[in-house]
């Protein structure tokens, strides 16, 4: 991998810092090029989702956005793909944030003995079980809304001449993401029905948090 060295010596940056030591910054270099991408441009919505989405003045009030990605040889498939990995990536990750509530609660109700820790290193075995039965139910839930490709030639670092990026902007409704949070709690639950009473009055409202956590994305 190439590093390019470039040194940072701005005269009024010197004298304004009293004369502060020249600074050395190693860059990476490019690993590739893009030798073609789809219309327009990258957006910010690949970054920020629901800020891009709000700014832009659709529904955030009754839909989540999310950002499915992939990389393949063929740019249909690979693009397939990334609407796939979205529906994945918002079960694992409603699924994971209803873990990590549930743990949290449980570990601060146990204080940090060790049954605290016990609880949480003991849910992660099923949130992977419970990621599966919540995808399968919003398969038919996620909308495509908008979608951006890239082709990338690696072959200066030695890699591959043509490999696809592609990356699927997807909504869903606000209502199904809540039902999929219920679902979550009633199965983490189920698994472990002492855990329930251990954090009986101590969870708040996990679909509020989860909207908290989706505004800042």
């Given at each position: 991998?190439?590093?390019?060295?470039?040194?940072?010596?701005?005269?009024?940056?010197?004298?304004?810092?009293?004369?502060?030591?020249?600074?050395?910054?190693?860059v990476?270099?490019?690993?590739?090029?893009?030798?073609?991408?789809?219309?327009?441009?990258?957006?910010?919505?690949?970054?920020?989702?629901?800020?891009?989405?709000?700014?832009?003045?659709?529904?955030?009030?009754?839909?989540?956005?999310?950002?499915?990605?992939?990389?393949?040889?063929?740019?249909?498939?690979?693009?397939?793909?990334?609407?796939?990995?979205?529906?994945?990536?918002?079960?694992?990750?409603?699924?994971?944030?209803?873990?990590?509530?549930?743990?949290?609660?449980?570990?601060?109700?146990?204080?940090?003995?060790?049954?605290?820790?016990?609880?949480?290193?003991?849910?992660?075995?099923?949130?992977?079980?419970?990621?599966?039965?919540?995808?399968?139910?919003?398969?038919?839930?996620?909308?495509k809304?908008?979608?951006?490709?890239?082709?990338?030639?690696?072959?200066?670092?030695?890699?591959?001449?043509?490999?696809?990026?592609?990356?699927?902007?997807a909504?869903?409704?606000?209502?199904?993401?809540?039902?999929?949070?219920?679902?979550?709690?009633?199965?983490?639950?189920?698994?472990?029905?002492?855990?329930?009473a251990?954090?009986?009055?101590?969870?708040?409202?996990?679909?509020?948090?989860?909207?908290?956590?989706?505004?800042?994305?």
């Open positions: 991998m190439k590093k390019t060295l470039i040194t940072l010596s701005l005269s009024s940056v010197l004298y304004a810092c009293g004369g502060a030591p020249v600074k050395e910054v190693t990476e270099a490019p690993q590739f090029k893009v030798t073609d991408a789809a219309p327009g441009g990258r957006e910010a919505w690949l970054d920020n989702p629901n800020f891009w989405a709000k700014k832009e003045g659709l529904d955030t009030e009754k839909f989540y956005y999310y950002v499915g990605e992939s990389q393949g040889a063929d740019k249909r498939m690979t693009c397939e793909k990334a609407n796939a990995d979205a529906i994945d990536d918002i079960a694992k990750q409603v699924s994971s944030f209803v873990d990590t509530t549930i743990a949290r609660a449980s570990t601060d109700s146990t204080g940090s003995d060790s049954n605290g820790v016990s609880s949480v290193s003991a849910s992660q075995t099923e949130t992977s079980k419970i990621s599966s039965q919540l995808s399968k139910a919003l398969v038919s839930g996620v909308e809304n908008k979608q951006y490709w890239e082709q990338r030639d690696f072959s200066q670092s030695g890699g591959a001449k043509s490999i696809f990026y592609c990356w699927v902007l909504k869903v409704s606000k209502k199904q993401v809540d039902d999929m949070i219920t679902r979550a709690q009633t199965l983490r639950f189920k698994n472990d029905p002492a855990l329930k251990k954090v009986e009055g101590k969870i708040e409202d996990i679909k509020k948090e989860y909207n908290q956590y989706m505004e800042a994305r």
